[in-house]
Nanobody
Framework: QVLLVESGGGLVQAGGSLRLSCAAS????????MGWFRQTPGKEREFVAA????????SYADFVQGRFTISRDNAKNTVYLQMTSLKPEDTAIYYC??????????????????WGQGTQVTVSS
């Protein structure tokens, strides 16, 4: 079992930046593919970004448009989402997720095994 704790959310102005962090428990963090998803009321949970266990492969949702960067520090059991050029439509609860399989960067929420509780990101106009 893996415990994931997100942090770094908050209120920012459009065009601003936030860096989200997700700290993972356990001794096998490098074995997990890690993903970021987001969700707003009434909408399905939406893929944002994913990174393979070793960090060699990443994937991003189309709406990211080069604005976000996912990274990880396996020595710290932490995955990050650096978000720049934030837009009001980026407002959502952002969730960190772990896939026990390190070799893929799936975009499907149902493929992830563990989830954090989420951190709120609010982007003002």
């Amino acid at each position: 079992q893996v415990l994931l704790v997100e942090s770094g959310g908050g209120l920012v102005q459009a065009g601003g930046s936030l860096r989200l962090s997700c700290a993972a428990s356990g001794r096998t963090f490098s074995s997990y593919t890690m993903g970021w998803f987001r969700q707003t009321p009434g909408k399905e949970r939406e893929f944002v970004a994913a990174i393979s266990g070793g960090g060699g492969r990443t994937s991003y949702a189309d709406f990211v448009q080069g604005r976000f960067t996912i990274s990880r520090d396996n020595a710290k059991n932490t995955v990050y989402l650096q978000m720049t050029s934030l837009k009001p439509e980026d407002t959502a609860i952002y969730y960190c997720a772990a896939d026990r399989r390190s070799f893929r960067t799936t975009t499907e929420p149902n493929e992830y095994d563990y989830w954090g509780q989420g951190t709120q990101v609010t982007v003002s106009s």
